[in-house]
């Protein structure tokens, strides 16, 4: 799970950097050879994109880091949370609904993926069977019981 999105977010850092150190350096030279900066536009866009690039960069160097100090031990063997297969009775619909609870960047909510900074993800972590949670999402309110849940320890994956 984690382990995927740490691999994206790798290949996406390995993307930018080159395009960071070969791209646009070689758009910036090619834009300062046609003449005065002020009023060149290939230069403004290398540039920004330039700026872009490099913003990027931190924020995905952050979430790494963030995802490096996820610890297995810390993660409930008796609760929901990151890595949890959920089976939860919709209250409003009468009907059951199952997710599970992923990082923010493996989250697929047509494929029942959500994520644990989601509104429902976030209102699941901790709870336990027979919970009721009251979710409230944009478009109002919902209740859920937890009809039962495995861990990402019962399911012997890995993050």
Known sequence: MALEARKKLEDEVRTLQKELTTELPRALKKALAMGDLRENADYQAAKERQEFVRA???????RLSELAMINM???PHDRISLG???VL?????????TY????????DVMGGAISTSSPIGRS??????GDTVKVRIP?????FEVVR????HDEGASL
Do not use: N, Y
């Not at 699941?124 to 069977?129: P, R």
């Open 100 to 107: 599970k609870l992923v990082t923010s960047e493996d989250s």
């Open 124 to 129: 699941l972590l901790g709870k336990q069977e």
């Open 139 to 143: 478009a109002g309110a919902r209740t």
């Open 149 to 152: 849940f495995t861990t990402i």
């Open 56 to 62: 990027r960069l931190g924020q995905l160097k952050q």
């Open 89 to 97: 009775f919709d209250v409003e619909k009468d009907e059951e609904v």
């Open 84 to 86: 949890s297969t959920v």
């Open 73 to 75: 031990e810390k993660i």
